[in-house]
């Protein structure tokens, strides 16, 4: 299987939109090893959109812009492949990129060719100007069996913004992560309604094909192609923290050459990354009634494990109340949990119930044991 767990790794759009190049490219894959990134896991080095030319060349073939890319694609390819990652581009189903490029509607089966024969790995595969006549899925149908046809293992990553209810059919095509929501921008107000329209769905997500909530914005404060404002530290520890318990696929939006210490530490933590790629990919489910804006998640992980989070999306603070009895674990029975919260190493052992403090725009996420008490 291509992809047992979310897929990790780093995509140009978020920071860079359409200033890309070779450079760009050859410096961050450097940086993914030399700050330790690619230890934790992160692998895939994706240029997103607007690194073609306007035309396709007298071939029919798409064509890199000699001025991103000075020196060709392959040698590119070949460069991220000798720091031991891998190599991801994009293209779209419909007529044009999104920005306008030229896109693979109709040249579906050249294209995946021409990006096997660039050595790629990954292939994004986005849904502007898709013709109206033609399905959506047949699009995904066509391009999963082309990529399959070059004969090269591609991860096939699809991006039709949750259109025609994704999650029913696209694993179906082949595809191996899916986006199930329009574009992220750097807020904590996206991030949250990202993820609240996508828990009642993550039982669709699962080893194979996992449900892409879009490419994190940790580390950009406000910064880049896709800033909103900005977050500040304790707001990216919530994004990345929910990430990591809907089993998103991890794919970083910073520019990783110039991280802060903070950022370097939240995207490397070890323990966040673990629940990420727990190996049967479950999905979390929300405990307790819906109080707005704040949220707790509890879920199963391998080898008799869980993990417990609970985020504070308001202004203010609060004191959140869990009650083991909507976990599942009734206090006659003896049971109870050991917790211990990945971010302070608090631990803690509760029965019954007990309360979460949380500040403003924090969370708080814990290691979970059932125990005997
Ligand atoms: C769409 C996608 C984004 C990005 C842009 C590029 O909006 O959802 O992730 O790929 O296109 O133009």
Request: glycine letters at 8%.
């Amino acid at each position: 299987m291509l992809v047992q767990k979310p897929p990790m790794g780093w995509n140009s759009w978020n920071t860079f939109g359409e200033n890309i190049s070779e450079k760009l490219l050859m410096e961050t894959a450097d940086a993914i090893v030399s700050t330790g990134l690619k230890d934790c896991g992160y692998e895939y080095v994706v240029i997103d959109d607007c690194w073609s030319l306007r035309e396709r060349d007298k071939n029919g073939r798409l064509a890199a812009d000699p001025e991103k890319f000075p020196h060709g694609i392959e040698y590119l390819s070949d460069y991220i492949h000798s720091k031991g990652l891998k190599f991801g581009m994009y293209s779209c189903a419909g007529t044009k990129t999104c920005a306008g490029y030229p896109s693979s509607f109709d040249h579906e089966f050249v294209d995946a060719q021409t990006f096997a024969d660039f050595g790629v790995d990954f292939l994004k595969y986005d849904f502007c100007y898709k013709p109206s006549y033609v399905s959506g899925p047949l699009l995904y149908h066509r391009m999963g069996i082309a990529l399959k046809a070059t004969g090269r293992d591609i991860l096939f990553s699809a991006c039709n913004w949750g259109s025609d209810n994704v999650w029913q059919w696209i694993r179906s095509t082949g595809a191996h992560m899916y986006r199930s929501t329009g574009d992220i921008n750097d807020s904590l107000n996206s991030f949250r309604d990202i993820a609240m329209s996508q828990l009642p769905m993550l039982g669709y997500s699962a080893p194979g094909c996992f449900n892409d909530t879009d490419m994190l914005i940790c580390g950009m404060y406000g910064k880049g192609n896709v800033a909103f404002g900005g977050c500040n530290d304790e707001e990216y520890k919530m994004h990345f923290a929910l990430w990591c318990m809907m089993a998103s696929p991890l794919m970083i939006g910073c520019d990783v050459r110039n991280m802060t210490k903070e950022t370097l530490e939240l995207l490397t933590n070890k323990e966040l990354i673990k629940l990420n790629q727990d190996a049967e990919a479950r999905p979390p489910f929300p405990v307790g009634g819906n109080i707005s804006n704040e949220l707790v998640l509890f879920r199963h992980l391998e080898n008799n494990e869980y993990a417990l989070a609970a985020f504070n999306f308001n202004d203010a603070a609060c004191r959140r109340c869990v009650e083991l009895y909507d976990i599942g674990i009734s206090n006659h029975t003896g049971y109870g949990l050991e917790l211990n919260e990945i971010f302070t190493n608090e631990n803690l052992m509760v029965r019954e119930n007990f309360f979460v403090s949380l500040k403003p725009h924090t969370c708080k996420v814990y290691k979970a044991k059932v125990v005997k008490l």
